[in-house]
């Protein structure tokens, strides 16, 4: 696994002291380059914080269009149900329908737990993390009429109850909030600048003792050298709107322009420093 030439997302669900959550972190070999928690309801099973762990995942590659991924999860019971022919849960067969749409390749790899994995490892630590999110970020709860409806039977049902839930608009509205607000600044390229810095060299020197000098050899490789000053990156900064130099990394990032050709920049900064790993 260790070979592989890709990017590797690593899932995981924990339950830990009534509370759950789970995770997913992105990898291109050691390289961190981004992450999710989220903190489901208290009564989900870590059977479902594992599959929506997978799911968002999943939702993730598709918004930020990142090629072939690896999805790997430790999950034996999530995994089995994704490739199963028969199917009756709508979420399981929602996620088999997003991956086969999915225009790159979605890989899904099970892993052993426990056994000292590097992306198991730090997805393991995530999920644990993510129970302690103070506010559920999604939320599968059925309504008090549900739950007076359908007696016992949701109780002993009650995951399966919750997935079917997620046909109505709440599932959607939860789902779809998180997403927004992931997507202020939920762009896996745009995250290397604003939390992640797993593509430039400074950042890389500190935590893997790698040569901190940009490719450029002019200067460190840090996050505003290669943004605001490198020559390697001159020709994506040719249509930026005058003043950019003075504009703080924030407002760069939220003009338009200046955005779309970070993009570029990253997605180019991303392919050539991950092969030189
Ligand atoms: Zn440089």
Request: one cysteine or more; proline letters at 1%; glycine letters at 4%.
């Amino acid at each position: 696994m260790e070979e592989m030439k890709c990017l590797m997302i690593f899932t995981d669900g924990s339950k830990m002291d009534g509370r759950v959550g789970c995770t997913f972190v992105v990898f291109y070999n050691k390289t961190e380059l981004d992450y999710r928690k989220f903190r489901l309801n208290d009564s989900s099973t870590v059977f479902m914080a594992e599959v929506i762990a997978i799911q968002q995942a999943v939702q993730y590659v598709k918004a930020n269009d990142l090629g072939q991924v690896n999805i790997i999860s430790d999950s034996r019971s999530a995994l089995m149900a994704l490739s199963a022919v028969e199917e009756a849960r709508d979420i399981i067969n929602n996620i088999k329908e997003d991956i086969k749409e999915y225009k790159g390749k979605i890989a899904l790899t099970w892993i052993r737990a426990h056994m000292g994995n590097f992306g198991n490892e730090r997805a393991d630590q995530l999920a644990e993390e993510a129970t302690l999110i103070s506010d559920e970020t999604i939320s599968f709860v059925p309504s008090r009429n549900q739950i007076r409806n359908e007696g016992n039977k949701i109780i002993k049902d009650l995951w399966q109850n919750r997935w079917n839930d997620s046909k109505n608009a709440r599932w959607n509205k939860n789902l779809t909030d998180k997403v927004n607000v992931d997507r202020l600044y939920g762009d896996f390229y745009i995250n290397q600048i604003l939390t992640a810095h797993g593509v430039f060299r400074e950042h890389q020197a500190r935590f893997f003792k790698k040569m901190s000098l940009c490719s450029c050899g002019q200067e460190t490789g840090s996050v505003l050298h290669v943004i605001k000053e490198c020559e390697i990156w001159t020709s994506y900064r040719k249509n930026w709107p005058s003043g950019w130099q003075l504009m703080s990394l924030k407002d760069s990032i939220n003009n338009a322009v200046i955005r779309i050709s970070l993009r570029e920049l990253l997605h180019e900064l991303l392919i050539k420093e991950l092969d030189l790993l």
